[in-house]
């Protein structure tokens, strides 16, 4: 068999890139698919929340980016996930393989288990790698508080041990400590802003599925997972807003429900301003910067998200209504 003929029919490789909210992922995201490594990737972003952000966010690329919104990868679109991955296989050899980032929310096992449970999708992929990505200076609060941060530990098979820079050597002591209890067999990277060597993380063939019945027997169990019904998302739209007026909204409410604001993101047109401006957040801590110019073809939209758990959800509709730019 001639090598061509080996790539066309051999398994496509699927890399899961999971991580809790403003850990890193679309910034790993970002960074594979902007470096000059000769590959083309086919990317499904899923997002959580009704508006949507995390595709906009992925940086202009030659790459297909399909999006999934408002809800877990495994329940009501993981048909979706199945379809989209069934079109690309008509298209194989057009990419070297797929990439999926999951949102924060998501139990990875679920997203794992669609490449076991339907028989189509298993004969035409492999999954290569989860590569979970961490928050250095939030791993030890998310781990108290949500499930799904331990979930994603424990299912990785890489772990990008992201934000070193922001923590103090003991921290990153603690942290890794509390890594290695969960997950004593991944392959950990420290990072900065997810620089990393993509020959790490990708084709790597490193999924072990052995190693994940050992950790969950129950993984082959289809609808085996679990949701925080706690964690909501408000989205909110607009067209121009006054940036003074904004800035004081989101620093205003940051600093009183920060800490149940697990994510704010958003895509902002400033009233005078050519560039949209990117804004994210984890909560008290908010970084933004002006992102490309807006383009001919698309409508100068602002829109924000925020999810978390017991925010005042008609405090933050009101003051982001208040930044708007009067008619």
């Known amino acids: 068999m001639s090598s061509a003929t080996a790539s066309a029919t051999a398994p496509i490789p699927v890399t899961v890139l999971t991580g809790y909210l403003g850990a890193g992922k679309t910034t790993l995201l970002n960074r594979i698919l902007t470096e000059d490594h000769g590959k083309k990737y086919a990317v499904i972003v899923n997002e959580f929340g009704e508006v949507g952000i995390d595709n906009d966010l992925v940086v202009d690329t030659d790459e297909e980016v399909f999006e999934m919104n408002n809800g877990c990868i495994c329940c009501t679109v993981r048909g979706d996930l199945i379809r989209i991955i069934e079109g690309l296989m008509k298209r194989k ?160 409410e940051t600093q009183a429900q ?14 005078d301003d050519p560039d949209r401006y990117v804004v994210q957040g984890v909560h008290m801590i908010v970084e933004g910067d002006h992102q490309r110019p807006w383009r001919a073809d698309e409508p100068r939209e602002s829109r924000l998200v925020f999810i978390g758990r017991d925010l005042d959800w008609a405090g933050l509709r009101t003051g982001f209504e208040a930044c708007r730019i009067a008619a």
């Open 258 to 271: 920060g800490p149940n604001i697990l994510r704010l993101k958003g895509i902002l047109a400033f009233k």
């Open 93 to 252: 050899g057009s990419f070297d393989g797929i990439l999926i980032e999951t949102t924060g929310l998501a139990d990875p096992a679920p997203v794992a288990q669609t490449f076991f449970m339907d028989d189509d999708v298993r004969a035409r992929t492999r999954l290569d790698a989860i590569v979970t990505v961490v928050d250095a200076l939030n791993l030890a609060s998310r781990l108290d508080d949500a499930p799904e941060a331990e979930d994603q530990v424990a299912f990785a098979d890489v772990i990008l041990l992201n934000k070193v820079d922001l923590v103090t050597p003991e921290q990153l002591a603690r942290v890794r400590s509390d890594i290695r209890a969960i997950n004593p067999y991944a392959r950990v990277i420290e990072t900065e802003r997810c620089k990393v060597e993509l020959g790490e993380i990708l084709d790597k063939g490193a999924f072990d599925l052995t190693r994940i019945l050992s950790v969950d027997p129950d993984f082959l169990v289809d609808d085996h997972h679990h949701h925080n019904e706690d964690v909501r998302s408000i989205s909110l739209k607009a067209g121009d807003l006054d940036p003074e007026k904004f800035f004081d909204f989101v620093n205003r």
